[in-house]
């Protein structure tokens, strides 16, 4: 079993703290994606399990084993590069097989993992082949098949298609979701790529700055980011962040952005989450297809103008703004294709009330409704 645990771990490089206080449990078969800005520790965690990078402190373990001050070769793991490390004079074979060479794993055994492994990745046809015949993405495809072919218990990997063309990196995503499924074998990814990691991963392991901001399935880290910095990493256009003010008003809880006349009346899961914390200063966080959008008035919804219209050709994306005056609130909603029509017209908005988040702003946490 290929459970990976890292516990408490830290690290610094001189003055400069890289990973502080890291607990993260990856459990076996389970593809993890660390994601983050640059500079956030990801390599640094991805080659401390790998052995690459020593910790300060802390422990961590592979299949219950701790491995912390073993040496990369006596932890079972394969690492893959954004940059193809591939032998220039060596065939995709001989490349593939380099590791089974160095431990002499007997010949018919080589030629039959190496094929195996060809076959997984669809690079049969190319085992003859060197380096320099290969394109960018058939490389990195060899590259991987020299890391999958020992077997290892885990497989980790730094942007391994960062350097790829967009169309190719969409088709390597689903390739090597598809090889995870088909091998198995418990992966650690590393990417600053939002989309790369919402499609991707079991689970994401959101970074910052050394510290991990949340530890989460995609669809959890979407929907109820734990904070303002995964609130605004995560989703494209971001969440919609904006200042508000709410008070008990009329038959509920009303909200206020800069520049509303009327303010949103709030359902009763959005209030919930109001009462449980005393934040003195809070942001309203909603996604743009939470904002329903209407052209006509309606009982609830607040009028509001169209600011601006960005057509993406499958939706729009409409900035509205919430009054009349310079420097009040827009919200960024997503509306089907050519919905509204001009800057200018009058709209009608509604927020979908289980999706409308309030965050702290003083320490950036997500309020959450009592249980
Ligand atoms: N060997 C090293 N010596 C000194 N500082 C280092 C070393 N390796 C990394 N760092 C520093 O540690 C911090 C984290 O680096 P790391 O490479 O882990 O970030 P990252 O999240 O992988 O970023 P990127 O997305 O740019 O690859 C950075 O400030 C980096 O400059
Ligand atoms: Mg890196």
């Known amino acids: 079993m290929a459970d990976i645990q890292i516990i408490d771990a830290e690290k610094r490089f001189g003055g400069n703290h890289v990973i502080r206080k890291l607990n993260l449990h990856i459990r076996h078969g389970e593809f993890v994606v660390l994601l983050g800005p640059s500079g956030c520790g990801k390599t640094t965690t991805l080659r401390a399990l790998a052995g690459l990078e020593s910790i300060d402190s802390g422990e961590i373990r592979i299949g219950g084993r701790r491995v912390d001050q073993l040496p990369p070769q006596e932890r079972d793991t394969a690492f893959v590069f954004q940059l193809y490390s591939l032998y220039p004079h060596l065939t995709s074979f001989e490349n593939i097989a380099f590791p089974l060479r160095a431990a002499r794993v007997p010949e018919a055994q080589v030629r039959s993992q190496v094929n195996e492994v060809a076959r997984v990745l669809r690079i049969e046809h190319l085992l003859n082949k060197r380096p320099s015949a290969l394109a960018g993405g058939d490389m990195q495809r060899v590259t991987i098949g020299r890391a999958l072919v020992r077997r290892p218990e885990a497989m980790l990997m730094d942007e391994p298609i960062g350097a790829l063309d967009a169309k190719l990196r969409e088709e390597m995503r689903a390739e090597l979701r598809r090889l995870h499924v088909e091998n198995g074998s418990t992966t650690v990814y590393v990417t600053h790529d939002q989309v790369e990691a919402m499609s991707m991963a079991d689970k994401i392991g959101i970074m910052n700055d050394g510290v991990l901001q949340q530890y989460d399935s995609p669809t959890r880290v979407y929907d109820e980011p734990a904070n303002l910095f995964v609130a605004q990493f995560v989703g494209s256009p971001i969440m919609n962040v904006v200042d508000c003010v709410c008070e008990a008003g009329g038959s509920g809880m009303a909200m206020r952005l800069a520049g509303m006349t009327e303010p949103f009346m709030l359902g009763t899961r959005a209030a919930a ?52 005056e310079h420097g009040c609130a827009t919200l960024r909603a997503r509306t089907a294709s050519q919905f509204v029509s001009a800057q200018g017209d009058a709209v009608w908005l509604s927020l979908d009330d289980s999706r409308t988040h309030f965050f702290d702003k003083r320490s950036g946490l997500l309020l959450r409704a009592p249980a």
């Open 273 to 324: 989450k109001l009462k449980a914390g005393a934040a003195t200063e809070l942001a309203l966080g909603i996604r743009p297809e939470a904002i329903g959008v209407s052209r006509r008035p309606s009982p609830g919804a607040v009028a509001a103008r169209v600011h601006l219209i960005e057509p993406m050709g499958a939706y729009d994306i409409v900035d509205i703004a919430m009054g009349l």
